[in-house]
């Protein structure tokens, strides 16, 4: 693993259905993020973590939840899944809270 | 919320000059960066101003003026691979990144 993986690459969704998005980070970054993409609306965090075991929430963390058990995963959960969650999912890193953050490569979500 | 923006589409010619303008309104301030995005992929870290004035890093510059609340990203000598979409970020108060909608630069030959 070089820098930060996510997983799935992309995912077709029942809405009412949980799904978890996985992040995992190989740079011992102490800071992690989760962003969604929507077309016009640029990047919004949703939750972020400024080191393991504490997570915070972001601009639109309704619908979503995250964990931080250990420094190198944090893993975005949709309890019951919503068409307006359909959106391109980020996760990001960085050394700490001051410091330039690195993207993963991005899940495509569909809830229909 | 934070309020960032930023022109929606820029275009111009390869070899010419663009400059993409930031203004921004944010709780707090702890620096600006500068991000680039190709069409289906990740951001990518281009600079970061969180003092007044100029960085430059090749053919790219970042100039910033806290006073005003503005910001802009000069890209220098395009080149096609340019083609993409820059966005502005601003750290608030609380250290967290609020981003503009983003600039879709197109290069034409």
């Known amino acids: 693993i070089a820098g930060i993986t996510q997983a799935p690459t992309s995912q077709i969704l029942a809405a009412g259905r949980r799904m978890t998005l996985r992040c995992t980070q190989d740079?011992?970054?102490?800071?992690m993020y989760w962003y969604r993409q929507d077309l016009g609306l640029g990047l919004r965090l949703i939750h972020y973590?400024?080191?393991?075991?504490?997570?915070g929430k972001g601009e639109v963390p309704d619908g979503y939840s995250v964990s931080r058990a250990n420094t190198d995963d944090f893993p975005l959960t949709l309890a019951s899944a919503v068409p307006s969650q359909t959106s391109v999912y980020f996760c990001?890193?960085?050394?700490?809270?001051?410091?330039?953050?690195?993207f993963g490569p991005g899940t495509r979500l569909t809830v229909l | 919320g934070q309020n960032i923006d930023q022109p929606t589409e820029m275009t111009a010619t390869e070899g010419a000059i663009v400059q993409i303008n930031c203004t921004y309104q944010t709780s707090g301030f702890n620096g600006l960066f500068w991000y680039q995005q190709h069409a289906g992929e990740a951001p990518t870290f281009l600079s970061y101003n969180v003092l007044d004035g100029l960085e430059e890093k090749g053919r790219f510059s970042s100039f910033l003026s806290r006073s005003k609340g503005y910001s802009y990203l000069l890209l220098k000598e395009l080149q096609m691979k340019d083609s993409a979409s820059y966005l502005c970020a601003v750290r608030d108060g609380d250290y967290k990144l609020s981003f503009g909608a983003g600039t879709t630069v197109t290069v034409r030959a």
């Open positions: 990001a890193s960085s050394e700490r809270a001051l410091g330039g953050q690195f």
């Open positions: 740079m011992r970054h102490n800071a």
């Open positions: 973590s400024n080191t393991a075991g504490t997570t």
